[in-house]
């Protein structure tokens, strides 16, 4: 998953990126509006951080110009007012929730998780397919009720996939979100990773969880589960 | 006599009786003094006319014939009399006219050539004006004697013209009273209409109808127009401009402490800390909502669509608890109107709806209605506010379940706005099973 962090204070965007790399996101920072709304519109981007306060493009602006330009990822804006209109403006604008500064980081990864899975469909932090269900506050995994031990990046190729389920997802959309680098990516690495899950999901081939559809890309498979 | 015009009406009224009183006694006595004088002619003329047809007689007195050329002086009680009366005052001879009257025999004699005019009484109450020539006559044999000729007139005959003078006088003064009286109430309306125009302004910019007065006033009060304008205007970009200031200084420090917290990580030793940050940004969280509340809210004061707010904040509500499923519904008349600030009606929607939703488990009610002032009550499905921890839940940094996120002032903040529109809260039971906030805002 790639985030998009626009916040002019130097040591706030510095931490926020840095705890939300270790959570395992790809993330692009922006420390103002401009450059904010350059990211926003030219990177492939799943979620975005901002900042209501910044310089040169105000927030609830780049907001409305991103919506404006069809970009219809989920966007959780930081503010320092506690007034209620600067909270609805920006949800009228776009935004589709909203974190009071200061803040605890823990809220802000709950938030942005639960609008993940939300732009995806899920309704909770568990994503419950046919035998497989993945819990994206714990990041665990569990095969028939069974644990399996993942590798960070095997849980974001999964996560990734599962947050779509049902969809297809194509190779390069997959080596934007999940590399950090270009020269990182390689098309032949993500089919290797998913051979790997494969067997760790199905080891015996019989719920075929991961799709291939030649030249589209691939599609998780399972049914999700009507969640209560 | 609190009402100008009142006052006004008054001092006219006083002043105009006053002149009238005065003008019609002085016409009164003129017009009187002429009549007098005109019946004194009349007199002198009646003693000529006696000494016209006056025949000397053989006893040396003086005869007048049966038939005189005045017709009143024939006619008994006709109110017009004469007589004559020798040196001792004796009755020579008295007009028909006078027969049966006590025509007073105590009029003086004036001397030989003069005339002398009395007011008398008569035996029958009837005042007479009476004049009286003393004449020296020469007989034919060179004799001469004096006599004194009266004329008199019953004053009567004076009163009746007077009298219906005094009666066309009261009708015409009346008229005049009474056009004047009509004509300065008019007037008075007319200047005070301006008056009338800025007392009703000034409501209407204090009930939120209007933003300014006009600039449609009389000279004399366009001054005080155009000042309370720039008075109001200063004070609304004063408001603005601290309230600015506050979201400013609110957010420069709150971006650092942010920024503190994010850095400090969440091991065990950073714990107190945390608690001193988080100390702090309720400090900081508190005092500038409530400065903010604080400040002058004494004009400016604007009708805010209740509705539209509340379908607004729902909306922005149902982005943030999307996952929830809330069933957000509001029932009230379109046209109910909050007369105050805009941001302090959002503040304590999005403070009380916030609540809700985060509490409720499924519905969320929004009554409003307009009964002894704007009455609004935001319930919802959940557990509700035990009775006993009310006065705890509006006091600030207390957060009753501290298993859910949030500051622990919002509350507070609304007690304090509601307090500060003279308003009234209540936290009661809802039917729906949680927590009914009650809300009621006077009307100015």
Redesign the interface.
Known sequence: MRLLVVED?D??RE??TQ?LLAEGYRVESAADGQEGLYFAREYPIDLAIIDL?LPGLPGIDLIKQLRGSGHNYPVLI?T??????D??DG??AG????V????????VSARIN?LLR?AGGW??AILDCGEVRLDTAAQTLFVSDEEIDLTSFEYQLLEYLMMRAGEVVSKTELTERLYDQDYERDSNVIEVFIGRLRKKLDPDNVTKPIETLRGRGYRFALERNVQE | MRSLRARLLLVTSVLLAGALAIVGVILDESVRAALDEEQRELLDSKIIMLLAVAEPSQEQSLTFPPDLPEQRFNNPGSGLYAKVRDRSGAFLWRSESALGLTFDPDTPLPAPGEQVYVRQQTSNGDTLLTVTLGVVWTFDDDTERYFALSAAESERAIIAPLERFRGQMFAAFALVAIALLIGMGLVLSWLLRPLGQIAGEISAVESGHRAALSDEYPSELSGVARNLNALMRSEQRRTERYQQTL?NL??S???????????LG?DEAAQPVHSQ?QRM?QIV?YQ??RSAITTGRTVGKTRVPVFDEVS??L??LD??Y??KNVRGEIEMPADLVFQGD??DL??I???LL?NAYKWCRQRVLIVGLEDAGLNLVIEDDGPGVPADAVAAALRRGTRLDETV?G?GIGLAVVAELVAQYGGKLEIRRSDLGGAAVHLNFPRS
């Open positions: 204070d040591a706030l931490s926020l705890q306060g930081l320092a007012r506690d007034g209620w209109q909270k609805v949800l009228q935004a589709d929730d909203y009071s500064k200061p803040f605890h980081f823990p809220e639960a939300r309704g909770s | 979201a609110a957010h420090l709150k971006t650092p402490l942010a920024a503190a917290q994010a850095n969440d940050l940004e969280r500038l909502s607004q904040m909306g922005a982005k943030v999307r996952s805009k941001g959002v503040e929607l999005g403070n916030d996120p500051s």
